[in-house]
Nanobody, 124 residues
Framework: QVQLVESGGGLVQAGGSLRLSCAAS????????MGWFRQAPGKEREFVAA????????YYVDSAKGRFTISRVNAKNTVYLQMNSLKPEDTAVYYC?????????????????WGQGTQVTVSS
């Protein structure tokens, strides 16, 4: 059982930066793959980034490569998404998710626990 709470969303201008945080409950956080997904109005939820349980491996959607960085601090039960060079098309609700099996995945249905989401709005 994992409970996830996102924070750090807000309104920024194009080209700006934002760092999202996801705080997890429980003592098994270090065994989970963690991911970030986003959902824009009228669109399906899509994969953004994932990180291995140790933090040693990560993977990004093509549109985020070179701009976003996922990281985690297991001692704090926290995963982060640093977003730089933000674009209006990044506007979405961003969700943190946890997966209890070890392989990195871009597939939404393979994640077991979800946060409530945090709104990111990028103005032009």
């Amino acid at each position: 059982q994992v409970q996830l709470v996102e924070s750090g969303g807000g309104l920024v201008q194009a080209g700006g930066s934002l760092r999202l945080s996801c705080a997890a409950s429980g003592r098994t956080f270090s065994s989970y793959v963690m991911g970030w997904f986003r959902q824009a109005p009228g669109k399906e939820r899509e994969f953004v980034a994932a990180i291995s349980s140790s933090g040693g491996s990560s993977y990004y959607v093509d549109s985020a490569k070179g701009r976003f960085t996922i990281s985690r601090v297991n001692a704090k039960n926290t995963v982060y998404l640093q977003m730089n060079s933000l674009k209006p098309e990044d506007t979405a609700v961003y969700y943190c998710a946890a997966k209890n099996r070890p392989l990195l995945s871009t597939v939404l249905l393979q994640y077991d626990y979800w946060g409530q989401g945090t709104q990111v709005t990028v103005s032009s």
